[in-house]
């Protein structure tokens, strides 16, 4: 008689990696993402009760707000369960050790974008591509422009966080053991882009841009090997665009400190999505990047896995 395999070490391969007791990415990630549906989903309940949830018009800031620490408070949750029980890793090793770098990385970052999102808007202009209308304190008291800076700061602060700890912390950090670096940035980008899907005028272009908005603000955690430039990017980024600028911030139309209508071609300026679904944001880019390339360049970096930064190469005299 011949002896029959036992199915046990085929299952247990299919799910735990020998070289390590825990589960493979894949799983993890899976198991992660349903962990974080559900309680962004239980945290969200109370929000019908607000006035004006639905109504179906326009989105409140004060109805942003209550999102963002919905969504702040539930993929928090499922990240801390998932490292503690799916990873058997810390959630600080996620990239939020902190040193003399952190808050320079947070400040640097949020302006980053400053420049990023001047450009746009002075590409625009110069081409007659969007037509001025104001500045908000002309209609508005100080006190609510003031109120309204304020709460735009805080929902952007929030949502920059639970953005990047989802994206370019617990999906780039485990999509990198399972299929390496350069398809974990484009795959997490994509998931990235395809959570905003519903947003509204949301389009492939408007995919297409956030797939590179995904890849460009990994980088800062790719040249630091921490979220917080990462962080302060995404934060900067909603704020300038959107608060300062006056763009609309992946299609949502919030409070504006300047008022302009982008009338330009939507292939270029993105249209009713915001300047990242357009070709305007390309040299953007390439500024953020030579940005970030400048504050990181003679840091001792923190190595990631799968990628080994530059180091700057010091010219001695003869």
């Not at 799910?15 to 962004?40: K, Q």
């Not at 979220?227 to 959107?242: A, D, R, T």
């Not at 390309?282 to 940005?291: D, E, F, H, M, S």
């Amino acid at each position: 008689m011949t002896e029959t395999t036992s199915p046990a070490p085929f299952l247990e391969r299919l799910f735990v990696p020998p070289p390590e007791r825990r589960l493979r990415a894949g799983w993890r990630l899976l198991l992660h993402g349903g962990m974080a549906f559900f309680l962004v989903t239980c945290c969200s309940v109370p929000l019908i009760l607000l006035p004006g949830a639905l109504s179906g018009g326009p989105i409140s800031m004060q109805l942003m707000l209550a999102s963002a620490v919905a969504g702040a408070i539930g993929i928090t949750g499922a990240t801390l369960i998932a490292r503690r029980f799916f990873d058997r890793r810390t959630f600080r090793s996620l990239g939020f050790d902190t040193d003399r770098h952190t808050l320079p990385d947070l400040l640097v970052g949020f302006l980053i974008p400053a420049a990023q999102m001047a450009l746009v808007y002075a590409i625009e202009w110069a081409l007659g591509w969007t037509r001025w209308e104001g500045w908000a304190w002309e209609t508005s008291p100080a006190s609510t422009i003031a109120g309204a800076l304020l709460l735009s700061l805080v929902v952007f602060i929030l949502v920059g966080y639970q953005e990047e700890l989802l994206s370019r912390g617990y999906h780039l950090q485990n999509l990198i053991d399972g299929s390496g670096l350069r398809w974990a940035l484009v795959i997490s980008s994509t998931i990235f882009a395809l959570l905003h899907l519903f947003n509204p005028g949301a389009g492939p272009a408007a995919v297409v841009g956030l797939v590179f908005a995904g890849i460009f603000l990994a980088f800062g955690w790719l040249r630091t090997g921490r979220l917080w430039l990462s962080i302060g990017l995404h934060i900067g980024w909603n704020f300038f665009e959107g608060t300062v600028f006056g763009f609309q911030v992946s299609g949502l139309d919030l409070f504006k400190l300047m008022r302009h209508t982008v009338t330009g071609p939507a292939w270029a300026t993105g249209g009713s999505f915001g300047p990242e679904a357009g070709a305007v944001m390309v040299p953007a880019y390439a500024l953020g990047v030579g940005l970030i390339l400048a504050y990181t360049w003679y840091r001792r970096l923190q190595p990631v896995a799968g990628y080994a930064p530059p180091s700057p190469t010091l010219k001695t005299a003869s």
